[in-house]
């Protein structure tokens, strides 16, 4: 799991916006404004068959500020991404 969903900067992270990018969902923010301290993404392929699939998650970040449950009060009433 992406270590972000737990994060201060969440919502104004370049690094969480990349990986919304990549994984093709809404931004929390069209323009983030913070750029972190060596953030370390695992890039995870899944096999199913003939279908590839890629996570990205963030595991580590030298900005990382612990505030849990940040992305959930962002987005209330949506699940917060695995």
């Not at 201060?8 to 983030?32: F, I, M, N, Q």
């Not at 404004?33 to 096999?47: E, M």
């Not at 068959?49 to 990205?56: A, C, I, S, Y």
Request: aromatic fraction near 8%; charge should be positive; charged fraction near 25%.
């Amino acid at each position: 799991m992406c270590i972000c969903v737990d994060c201060h900067w969440v919502d104004r992270c370049s690094t969480y916006h990349a990986v919304e990018t990549r994984h093709g969902v809404k931004h929390l923010t069209p323009t983030p404004d913070f750029a972190p301290l060596q953030p370390r993404i695992n890039v995870h392929l899944r096999s199913r068959g003939l279908v590839t699939t890629v996570e990205w998650d963030v595991v580590a970040c030298n900005s990382f500020l612990r505030d849990l449950g940040r992305w959930q009060r962002l987005r209330p009433r949506e699940a917060v991404p695995t």
